[in-house]
């Protein structure tokens, strides 16, 4: 598959763009984010269920009716669209002589810029999402204006991921609901130990590493392209325990045959995204201190 170097225009801002985190991190790139903590989770996916979200011209990569998906789940310190709290859930692998690329299923973010950058710039199948969060303390996470903005307490501040879970008292739970104007949909919880507990068993931050992940994108009715693009993510990383996903319906899903609607297609994609959460998780890692670069996405 022939890659085109022809660049995507940004009405989003005049490059080079600069970002600051909080930690005075400078950088001059297409698109830059500081978070502090996020998660990254890899589940074993039925192949059935990510090739209803991944293009018929690519090839899943798969083994005995299963790919690698998951989510990754971060807090925005500063980027673009200011701070803002962001979760995507990634359907599977798909093949890219010599390597292989991440497909993103549904990426939610609690910030109206951020969504509309995602579906017009990068073609992600971008949503406004609510994320809330209970525990020790209750604390709801709301979109930030549009502006120069103070650092406020972002989802995954106030606790970090350990390597073994707990009691009850001792999690945070954070539940994130697709939002459509006045409407809502609830997506999933997840579930990690609180601040409190890791404090007691260590707080060890693991190796500083850098590392990139290739992803395609587009196909969407916002950017009927398909792209390609890399994230280059530098931080501290370390295994932890996977978190504890659930739904109110749980497995309920759809096989996407007899579907006719955009509204039905569209429900049948949010049942999908949360089985593709729902699915058997392999590995979690936490990202401490996280700077992340995305490089400006070329048209495949």
């Known amino acids: 598959m022939d890659v085109v170097e022809r660049r995507i225009s940004s009405c989003y801002a005049k490059l080079p763009w600069i970002f600051k985190g909080r930690q005075e991190f400078f950088f001059s790139f297409f698109f830059c984010s500081f978070s502090r903590t996020a998660l990254y989770q890899i589940n074993l996916v039925k192949a059935a269920t990510a090739r209803a979200f991944i293009p018929k011209e690519l090839r899943l990569v798969e083994a005995f009716g299963y790919t690698l998906g998951g989510f990754f789940l971060a807090s925005y310190d500063d980027s673009p ?18 390597t292989s690329c991440a497909w993103a299923a549904r990426v939610l973010v609690n910030s109206d810029e951020a969504c509309h950058h995602g579906r017009k710039e ?7 999402a609510r994320f809330s969060k209970v525990g020790a303390s209750s604390l709801k996470i709301t979109a930030v204006p549009k502006g120069k903005r103070e650092r406020t307490f972002g989802l995954l501040d106030t606790f970090t991921l350990g390597t073994s879970m707990s009691h009850p008292e001792d999690m945070v739970e954070v539940k994130v609901s697709e939002v459509d104007g006045a409407a809502s949909a609830d997506i999933c919880s997840i579930k990690f130990r609180s601040d409190e507990m890791e404090k007691k068993l260590g707080n060890w931050m693991g190796p500083a590493i850098k590392m990139s992940l290739p992803s395609f994108s587009g196909n969407t ?27 109110p319906l749980d497995n309920e899903t759809d096989s996407g045959e007899n579907i006719h609607s955009s509204q039905e297609l569209h429900e ?33």
């Open 122 to 128: 990068v073609g992600l199948p971008s949503q406004v």
């Open 221 to 247: 009715k916002y950017f009927p392209n398909l792209l390609k693009y890399s994230c280059h993510l530098q931080c501290r990383v370390r295994p932890v325990r996977p978190a504890v996903v659930s739904h």
């Open 268 to 300: 049948n994609e949010r049942r999908l995204s949360v089985a593709v959460m729902l699915s058997k998780p392999i590995i979690a890692l936490a990202f401490k201190d996280l700077t992340m670069q995305v490089e400006a996405p070329v048209v495949v």
């Open 81 to 98: 669209a200011g701070v803002f709290d962001e979760l995507v859930v990634i359907a599977g692998t798909v093949w890219n002589p010599p």
